[in-house]
Structures are given as C-alpha cells and as structure tokens.
C-alpha cells in the first residue's frame, strides 16, 4: 500500500503561483508514474500533468502547458507541481497518484493510489 500526501495548496490571486508536493510513504513508489488531476466543482476528474517513473517523460493537459511544471526528487519520494500565471478557472481539488506502471500513464484509470487532495483557490 502506498499513502501519497499532498500540501502546497491555499488561495492565490489571478496571476500567482502556487507550488504543490506529494509525498509518497513509499520509496518503491518514485520507480512508477506519478500525476497530478484535478477536480472541480460538477466536473469530472481530469489529468493535470503527468511524469514518467525515470523523470524522462511528462505531460500536460493543454490548458496547463506552459504555465505549469511537473518534477520529481525520487531521492525525497517527492513528486512536484509548480503552478505559475494562475488562473480562476484553475480552481479545483487537486489530487496526487501513483500508478502501478513505469511508463508514462495519463489514463487515471491505471492510477492505484491517491492522495486525499489538496484545494487551490485562484480569485479574480
């Protein structure tokens, strides 16, 4: 079992930056692809970022790409989300995970662990 705990949330104004961390309880969980959804109110979950086990590989929703920057310290069990040039339409729970494979995964149907979620708030 792993446990993913996620902090660095908070409420931040258009413009601002936010970085987020998960923590794994883990160290076998920084060999396997890690993500970063989202969910706001009467919408469905949705991939925000992702990145491989190695760190190689990453991928962004189109709406985040070249505002956000996903990274990993596998040495900390620590995978990141710096956030820049928030939006408010950026407002959801955002949820860390692990999934069970190395590769590159954007389907979070192949996520197995999950963090409890961490709120971000972008006023306007």
């Known amino acids: 079992q792993v446990q993913l705990v996620e902090s660095g949330g908070g409420l931040v104004q258009d413009g601002g930056s936010l970085r987020l961390s998960c923590v794994a309880s883990r160290r076998t969980a920084t060999s396997v692809a890690m993500g970063w959804f989202r969910q706001a109110p009467g919408k469905e979950r949705e991939i925000v970022a992702a990145?491989?086990?190695?760190?190689?590989?990453?991928h962004y929703e189109d709406s985040v790409k070249g505002r956000f920057a996903i990274s990993r310290d596998n040495a900390k069990s620590t995978v990141y989300l710096q956030m820049n040039r928030l939006k408010p339409e950026d407002t959801a729970v955002y949820y860390c995970?692990?999934?069970?494979?190395?590769?590159?995964?954007?389907?979070?149907?192949?996520?197995?662990?999950w963090g409890q979620g961490t709120q971000v708030t972008v006023s306007s």
């Open positions: 990145i491989s086990g190695s760190g190689g590989i990453t």
């Open positions: 995970a692990a999934s069970r494979f190395s590769g590159l995964q954007i389907s979070p149907r192949v996520y197995d662990y």
